[in-house]
């Protein structure tokens, strides 16, 4: 249907920043650039991925923040950040004494976030929150994920090749090595303890639950509680779903396939009574919908 007159598509062959030519893996439809070393846009991303809500969550650091730093030369890559200190960041644009010690104070708040969020916040390819919590689950340490061959990673739960292969590509690389060495050097959460590990209780052992319509419980609290009991939270309603935790203002399009698959259905009460939590001692104020 293109007209007779149109020009091909020119597609680029460098990355418009720093013209490194682009490549494709095989099998993958995207080109990219491999320059993520010395890329402007993509050091600056990852350290914005690295600071995000769901992973360090760094209190009074921002995209336009990380921008200032990394065009100032303070930090090139999120490892730099547990180096700054007030003095070098007071001079920058709409940065007053109170945002700066706002900026400090939240890094350091940082190393007391758990292993789960700090491997995801790494920016491993595929290694995404799920991932995370698989792998650092199962090996309980960033040194025996980083040592694990790729059968013994392709041996957890939903982890494939590719993840493997790149989580094998990731710790065989020298720079990123280096990150994590200072990384540690700062004192970030590189494993978790037995205790930590291990799930409160064994009720849902085996069970795919869905979280939806809006609850009492807050999000993170009410998956924290069905994976601590043995359960995997599902992402959609199958027919490999065993519970449907029904909220207020669920879409009936949920229920009707629930109902068609057969799917038991519960409310945040009997869920809290079938882990024996019914005193629900471990939920947060504020409705908040999950799904």
Same mark, same amino acid.
Do not use: W
């Given at each position: 249907?293109?007209?007779?007159?149109?020009?091909?598509?020119?597609?680029?062959? #460098?990355?418009?920043?720093?013209?490194?030519?682009? !490549?494709?893996?095989? +099998?993958?439809?995207?080109?990219?650039?491999?320059? %993520?070393?010395?890329?402007?846009?993509?050091?600056?991303?990852?350290?914005? #991925?690295?600071?995000?809500?769901?992973?360090?969550? !760094?209190?009074?650091? +921002?995209?336009?923040?990380?921008?200032?730093?990394? %065009?100032?030369?303070?930090?090139?890559?999120?490892?730099?950040?547990?180096?700054?200190?007030?003095?070098?960041?007071?001079?920058?644009?709409?940065?007053?004494?109170?945002?700066?010690?706002?900026?400090?104070e939240g890094i350091e708040a940082s190393k007391n976030i758990d292993f789960p969020k700090v491997l995801f916040a790494l920016g491993i390819r595929y290694v995404g929150e799920t991932v995370a919590k698989k792998l650092a689950k199962h090996f309980k340490s960033l040194d025996i994920i980083q040592n694990a061959t790729l059968e013994e990673l392709i041996a957890v739960d939903e982890i494939g090749d590719r993840i493997a292969e790149s989580l094998i590509e990731y710790f065989s690389d020298e720079y990123n090595l280096q990150i994590i060495q200072k990384l540690k050097a700062a004192g970030l959460q590189f494993e978790i303890s037995e205790d930590d590990a291990a799930p409160v209780g064994n009720a849902l052992e085996g069970k795919t639950i869905v979280v939806s319509g809006t609850f009492n419980m807050a999000r993170d609290a009410m998956k924290n509680l069905i994976e601590s009991n043995g359960g995997k939270v599902g992402s959609s309603i199958s027919s490999k779903t065993d519970y449907l935790i029904c909220g207020e203002s669920m879409g009936p399009a949920k229920l009707k396939k629930a109902e068609d698959l057969g799917i038991t259905m519960i409310s945040e009460n009997e869920f809290l009574a079938l882990i024996g939590n019914a005193s629900g001692e471990q939920q947060e104020k504020g409705q908040v919908s999950l799904f």
């Open positions: 249907m293109r007209p007779k007159d149109a020009l091909p598509v020119v597609y680029p062959s #460098h990355c418009p920043v720093c013209e490194t030519p682009l !490549i494709r893996k095989e +099998g993958e439809a995207q080109h990219y650039c491999p320059n %993520d070393k010395g890329c402007a846009p993509q050091l600056k991303a990852k350290i914005e #991925h690295f600071i995000g809500r769901k992973m360090m969550n !760094i209190d009074g650091l +921002g995209a336009e923040t990380v921008e200032q730093l990394f %065009d100032a030369g303070l930090i090139s890559n999120f490892s730099d950040l547990y180096d700054l200190t007030k003095e070098q960041v007071l001079p920058l644009e709409r940065m007053a004494e109170k945002s700066a010690n706002k900026l400090i």
